[in-house]
């Protein structure tokens, strides 16, 4: 099965879909924070991320940014935001994931996306606004 990171300052979604993952067979660990979620990722490369978008610390685009810039095999890692950000189609196409969800989700709809996820294997082809020069 899976190593799956899930990253979300909401403690009670965090711990259900850990538990679900758990019993589905996959090694699931939890960060709190983007700046956490990096520390995790030096561990260990997971297969997958599952990433809210608004967080203390570091956002999710942030610590996405960050796996990009570190060249340790962070950047092909593949993204599954979630979030209740307004736009949250927008913010997954500047991170340049094809998987992103809006909360509150429904938990088969999650758990549907993980499997395309890790079955698709897509990394992130990230398009930050470039600076003017």
């Known amino acids: 099965m899976a ?5 979300d300052d909401d403690a009670d979604t965090a711990e259900i879909l850990c538990d679900v993952l758990l019993e589905r067979g996959h090694e ?3 960060a ?8 995790h990722l030096h561990l260990r490369l997971p ?6 978008v608004e967080m203390p610390v ?4 942030e610590m996405a940014y960050e796996m990009f810039l570190r ?10 935001l979630c979030s209740g950000v307004w736009d949250l189609q927008a913010v997954a196409a500047v991170v340049g994931t094809p998987y992103f969800l809006a909360k509150p989700f429904m938990l088969a709809a999650m ?10 294997r897509t990394a992130p082809r990230p398009n930050f606004p470039k600076a003017d020069r």
Do not use: K, Y
């Open 3 to 7: 190593d799956i990171l899930i990253v």
């Open 28 to 30: 699931v660990r939890v």
């Open 32 to 39: 709190h924070d983007g700046r956490d979620g990096l520390a």
């Open 47 to 52: 297969d997958l991320v599952v990433l809210d």
């Open 58 to 61: 570091l956002t999710g685009p």
């Open 71 to 80: 060249d340790h095999g962070l950047e092909h890692v593949p993204i599954i």
């Open 111 to 120: 758990l549907s996306l993980i499997e395309r996820a890790l079955r698709e």
